[in-house]
């Protein structure tokens, strides 16, 4: 059984930066994929970042491109959304995911219990 348990998240103002950690346990971490998604109130839930079991590739929704940095840390078992540049428009609960493969496509079977982040204007 996989066990994904995200941290980091919070209240900043516009322009202002967080940084979210995703701790993992429960399966060889670098064999697979990790993605971040998303979700803001009454909208369906996102895809914002992936990156693959190795770390050598990174794969971001374009709203998030040059603002948002997703890593791993495979001897910490951990994977980290870094967030700058933040808009009020990225306020939602952020999950972390993990893959079935090693491919950042996924398909994602695994998933966290979510994290807020809300960005004031």
Same mark, same amino acid.
């Given at each position: ?6 941290? +980091?998240? +919070? ?14 346990? @429960? $399966? !060889? =971490?670098?064999? =697979?994929?990790?993605?971040?998604? $998303? ?5 369906? $839930?996102? =895809? ?5 079991? +190795? /770390? +050598?590739? !990174? ?8 603002? =948002? ?21 990225? !306020? ?12 950042? !496509? /996924? ?6 219990? @979510? ?7």
């Amino acid at each position: 059984q996989v066990q994904l348990v995200e941290s +980091g998240g +919070g209240l900043v103002q516009a322009g202002g930066s967080l940084r979210l950690s995703c701790a993992v346990s @429960g $399966r !060889t =971490f670098s064999a =697979f994929a990790m993605g971040w998604f $998303r979700q803001a109130p009454g909208k369906e $839930r996102e =895809f914002v970042a992936a990156i693959n079991g +190795g /770390g +050598g590739t !990174t794969y971001y929704r374009d709203s998030v491109k040059g603002r =948002f940095t997703i890593s791993r840390d495979n001897a910490k078992n951990t994977v980290y959304l870094q967030m700058n540049s933040l808009k009020p428009e990225d !306020t939602a609960i952020y999950y972390c995911a993990a893959a079935k493969t090693s491919h950042y !496509t /996924g398909p994602y079977d695994s998933w966290g219990q @979510g994290i807020q982040v809300t960005v004031s204007s």
